[in-house]
């Protein structure tokens, strides 16, 4: 992939300038994308690509492909409105000399270290990249003088109300983290709402439950279902080893949630919105629906680390880790889009079952390609 100078041209004037709003300055239609290889980043990239933007993307290096979720928008005619840049959201200068370069007029901060497992073994890097860094960023927006002219969307998230106070949960459900990731995002949060408060930044908070797609990460939970059932359905993997089974997530469609963030900056004032598909399903229930999908039913027996699942041919299909327990853990997550469906007008289109069947199918079309490909 190549990674190109940006394309669109300097503004006329200088953005402290009294010649620009906030209003003409939104009509640039610039957007910086931090974690724009990631599954929301592309999703998004793809929602903005298409709505006209010119969408700049903050990489980091990598001694591998890092940009394989955008690989189907190089050879596209929109490519053109595509620029990548090196960067890191522990890189201060960096930062400042991509915004002063990009000049956007929206800024999305989706870059994030993600995984709340992992956060445990990396505490200090997540704290770094995920609360440090998205202060680095709203300072380097100040830096380059858009403070009051660029919008800002934070990735925050539904791990922030952790022991979870109320159900379901809204813009006003006190949080409780469960993790150095739900602490540190939990100063991201703060942050930009202080921002918005101290300086008048148009800074608005998405706290946003699970949503996956197939583009999902292989070590989130989803995705490590649908990619096992696949493998067990072509015969290739006997069976999936699991965590906790009875933990409980509102999960959505990724490309839903992006069209959310988007709706958010378009919103004549700033402000924090819960995206939530408004159901929840235990990960038990997850891999029912998933082998579902292939014509297989799951039986369970056991309790607790000796739980299994067994399939109607009789195999056991799932077994319990502990491995992949977590120090604390999140049990219950419900949440109440009500806000955002009624002042943004934001509605989740893809149900549980819909989303499980596409995860599962692109699974099996990407297994069944590698097992042509390997004959
Ligand atoms: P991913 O893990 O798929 O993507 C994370 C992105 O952040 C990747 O592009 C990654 O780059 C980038 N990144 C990681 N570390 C850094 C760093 N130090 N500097 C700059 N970029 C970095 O996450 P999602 O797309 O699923 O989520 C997007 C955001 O939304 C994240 O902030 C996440 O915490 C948050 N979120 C996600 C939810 C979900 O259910 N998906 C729910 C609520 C919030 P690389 O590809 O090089 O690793
Ligand atoms: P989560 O997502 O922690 O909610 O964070 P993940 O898919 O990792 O876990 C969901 C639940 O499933 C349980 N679980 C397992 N999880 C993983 N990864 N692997 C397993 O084998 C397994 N078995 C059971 C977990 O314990 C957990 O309860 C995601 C991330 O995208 C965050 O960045 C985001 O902020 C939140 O969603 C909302």
Known sequence: PRVRTPTVPRPAFAPHTA??????WAGRKVALVTGITGQDGSYLADLL????????????RSSSFNTSRLHHL??????????????????TT???????????????????????????????????????????????IRTCGLDQLAKFYQASTSE???????????????????????????????????????????????????????????????????????????????CMYMGNLDAMRDWGHARDYVEGMWRMLQHPTASDFVLASGESHSVREFIEAAFRVVGRSIAWSGAGVDE?????LGNVVVRVDPRYFRPAE????????????????????????????????ADMASAKYLVEDLN
């Open 160 to 238: 922030m109300y952790g022991q979870v106070q109320a159900v379901p949960q809204d813009e006003d459900t006190p949080f409780y983290p469960r993790s150095p990731y739900g602490v540190a995002k939990l100063y991201a949060y703060w942050i930009t709402v202080n921002y918005r408060e101290s300086y008048g930044m148009f800074a608005s908070n998405g706290i946003l439950f699970n949503h996956e797609s197939p583009r999902r990460g292989r070590t989130f939970v989803t995705r490590k279902i649908s990619r096992a059932v696949a493998e067990i359905s072509l015969g290739r993997q006997e």
């Open 308 to 312: 299994v699942g067994t399939d109607d």
């Open 49 to 60: 690509l298409a709505k006209g933007y010119h969408v700049h993307g903050i990489i980091r």
């Open 19 to 24: 010649d620009w709003t906030r209003e003409a």
């Open 74 to 91: 190089f050879g596209n005619e929109r490519v053109e409105r595509l620029a990548l840049h090196y960067g890191d959201l522990t890189d």
């Open 94 to 140: 960096a930062l400042v000399h991509i915004i002063s370069q990009v000049q956007p007029s929206e800024v999305y901060n989706l870059g994030a270290q993600s995984h709340v497992k992992v956060s445990f073994e990396m505490a200090q890097y997540t704290a770094d990249v995920d609360g440090t860094g998205t202060l680095r960023l709203l300072d380097a």
């Open 330 to 361: 999140v049990e219950r997550l419900l949440g109440d889009a009500g806000k955002a469906r009624t002042v943004l007008g934001w509605t989740p289109t893809v149900s549980f079952d819909q989303l499980v069947e596409e995860m599962v199918l």
